[in-house]
């Protein structure tokens, strides 16, 4: 928060919009005076790295094991390798900017029928094995 603030602060918000990524280059902008560092950027890119790869992998692990959890399957590891396909194609898709940003945007615009359609379907495919196993009792 507050380096948004601070990325506000510099450029202000109408010239703010004209950055691809305001925040890397608000650390260009700021100097140190009497320290060695050159480039302040190239720290702030090593640490945006890390923090990017440890979420993802948070967020990679935690679908292989919901999917694992929703289907029964033990050993989430399957879901895992599973997943890879799909994910180095969300990585590797996108050949520039403009078009991660138009993904970006779809995704905005129709997210909300994963977030609502699944459990509406989850539900209506539970409501269906239910009535098939209590056809199989009889």
Not at 19 to 46: K, N, S, W
Not at 67 to 95: E, H, M, N, S
Not at 110 to 116: K, N, P, Q, R, S
Request: glycine fraction near 8%.
């Amino acid at each position: 928060m507050l380096f948004t603030c601070g990325t506000i602060g510099i450029f202000g918000h109408d010239y703010l919009g004209r950055f691809t990524y305001p925040g890397l280059d608000a650390i260009h902008v700021v100097e140190f005076p009497y320290l060695l560092l050159e480039q302040a950027g190239l720290l702030m890119i090593i640490a945006w790295l890390a923090l990017v790869v440890v979420g993802s992998s948070f967020y990679y692990y935690a679908l292989g094991l919901g999917l694992a959890q929703v289907t029964g399957v033990l050993d989430y590891k399957r879901f895992v390798w599973l997943l890879f396909p799909l994910t180095l194609y969300l990585a590797i898709c996108p050949q520039n900017i403009n078009e991660a940003q138009q993904f970006m945007q779809f995704i905005d615009d129709y997210g909300w029928l994963v977030l609502f359609g699944l459990p509406v379907l989850l539900y209506l495919l539970a409501l269906v094995f239910k009535q098939r196993s209590a056809r199989l009792e009889d």
